[in-house]
């Protein structure tokens, strides 16, 4: 039985998954990865939302309101080194996203989107060389991280989404964390969705999901492209022997600030990093 945390993904076909919040039960958070080939694009609405624009793989034209920012991205992989491209785009306007004249190549794009009353930001391309990257934990919980839109980023009303990867037979999000009560400095409400990738991509990994009441307690085995739903609680992650992971985090609440709790079970562990 298919945990209803997990969307799962389409082997084939334009659109990989698609979480609205309705599908989800929530406010804030919209998820959607798309494939575009050769010659094909996408136009999207943003209508009251804003949209975080991750070009994953591949290298797309990018036009909104008659404005094209060409060429963007050029990933082989998520798994490269390399910061992705990004564009973002407030609420109001019109985007299409298409595959570069005579690309071979299949682009991945991830089209993230949350409320966008209360934003300032105009259209932008982010700038991926001023993306932060930084390695979080030691050991076998070492995972690298680029924050994309993160939450000092003044342009967005409530979207924040960053990546990371984790290595083969390590755990991520980890200690088990959550942000579900809206209460800073010390913790605020943020739904959140996992995208993700495996390589090789035949393999698989492995998300609990959980509360203090045990009231959701779901254990996920995701595989390439799939996306895991975080309406609240702790989430942590692992990826098994053999298989690199990444995930795309998409993150949104009623306030932009990302403050998290610790599982007390767990933060034991803290102490001896």
Known sequence: M???????SAATGREIVNVTPERAGWTHVGFRAVRLSAGESETVDTGTRELCL????????VTVDGKTYANLGGRKTVFEE?????????AGKTVTVGNVPGATDVAEVALCTAPGQGGSGEVSVIDSAAMRRSVRG???NTRYV????????????HLLVVEVMTPASHSSSYPPHKHDVEQPPVETLLEETYYHRLNPPQGFAFQRVY?????IDEACAVEDHDVVMVPKGYHPVTAPHGYDLYYLNVMAGPNRFWVFKNDPAHEWMLAKA
């Open 2 to 8: 298919v945990s209803p945390l997990l969307a799962k």
């Open 54 to 61: 991750v070009v994953l793989t591949g290298s797309v034209d």
């Open 82 to 90: 390399v910061s992705p491209a990004a564009v973002y785009v407030p």
């Open 138 to 140: 030691q050991g076998t």
């Open 146 to 157: 680029c924050d994309i839109l993160p939450h000092d980023d003044p342009r967005a009303a």
């Open 211 to 215: 509360t203090d009441d045990r009231s």
